[in-house]
T-cell receptor
Framework: IAGITQAPTSQILAAGRRMTLRCTQD?????MYWYRQDLGLGLRLIHY???????GKGEVPDGYSVSRANTDDFPLTLASAVPSQTSVYFC?????????????FGSGTRLTVV | GQNIDQPTEMTATEGAIVQINCTYQ??????LFWYQQHAGEAPTFLSY????GLEEKGRFSSFLSRSKGYSYLLLKELQMKDSASYLC?????????????FGTGTKLQVIP
């Protein structure tokens, strides 16, 4: 894979439906993140995971959940989608503890909730 | 709260030099990132400044003044492919994780 893969690339979702955005990395990075990007608001952190088996809440966690069963995968689940969750979602990873290393981002998932 | 300010848009001419400023007011500071994001694509890492001063990396340089809460990204010999948004982001102390707060980005248009 050589990096981070997100799926799907884009999705139109009916309000109230459940959806999982997938994220897989093959760089053995221990830290992974989910951001949403909205016009005029920049990137905002939803959830993060410092290492497999642990997760934490970011700035805008409500309505989202994550799991980190192994190093490579970090899925984001919308339990019951609402229109305000229309956004572009980016998964990112980095080597935890090395401040100088920036994030590697996935190519993003464009989600529209109608 | 955390506040990061960047100009919304800038226009510059191919071959010229452009400076994109970023000011921040945050509770704590670990370092400052710059990312480049082309339209419809993911952000890519450009630089990370921890100490005051200028760090040069090819055509791109990044400057930091911690006492002033100020950074800039300098792009030299502009090329058309440099048209993109440039995101300033501050790394903050946090007990649980590396908390990074992003500015809203500066959209740079390079014209012939």
């Amino acid at each position: 894979i050589a990096g981070i893969t997100q799926a799907p690339t884009s999705q139109i979702l009916a309000a109230g439906r459940r959806m999982t955005l997938r994220c897989t990395q093959d760089m053995r990075h221990n830290a992974m993140y989910w951001y949403r990007q909205d016009l005029g608001l920049g990137l905002r952190l939803i959830h993060y995971s410092n290492t497999a088996g642990t997760t934490g809440k970011g700035e805008v966690p409500d309505g989202y959940s994550v799991s980190r069963a192994n190093t490579d995968d970090f899925p984001l689940t919308l339990a019951s989608a609402v229109p305000s969750q229309t956004s572009v979602y980016f998964c990112a990873s980095r080597i935890q503890g090395t401040g100088g290393h920036g994030y590697t981002f996935g190519s993003g998932t464009r989600l529209t909730v109608v | 709260g955390q506040n990061i300010d960047q100009p919304t848009e800038m226009t510059a001419t191919e071959g010229a030099i452009v400076q994109i400023n970023c000011t921040y007011q945050t509770s704590g500071f670990n370092g400052l990132f710059w990312y480049q994001q082309h339209a419809g694509e993911a952000p890519t890492f450009l630089s990370y400044n921890v100490l005051d001063g200028l760090e040069e990396k090819g055509r791109f340089s990044s400057f930091l003044s911690r006492s002033k809460g100020y950074s800039y990204l300098l792009l030299k010999e502009l090329q058309m492919k440099d048209s993109a948004s440039y995101l300033c982001a501050v790394s903050l102390p946090s007990g649980g994780y590396q908390k990074v707060t992003f500015g809203t980005g500066t959209k740079l248009q390079v014209i012939p």
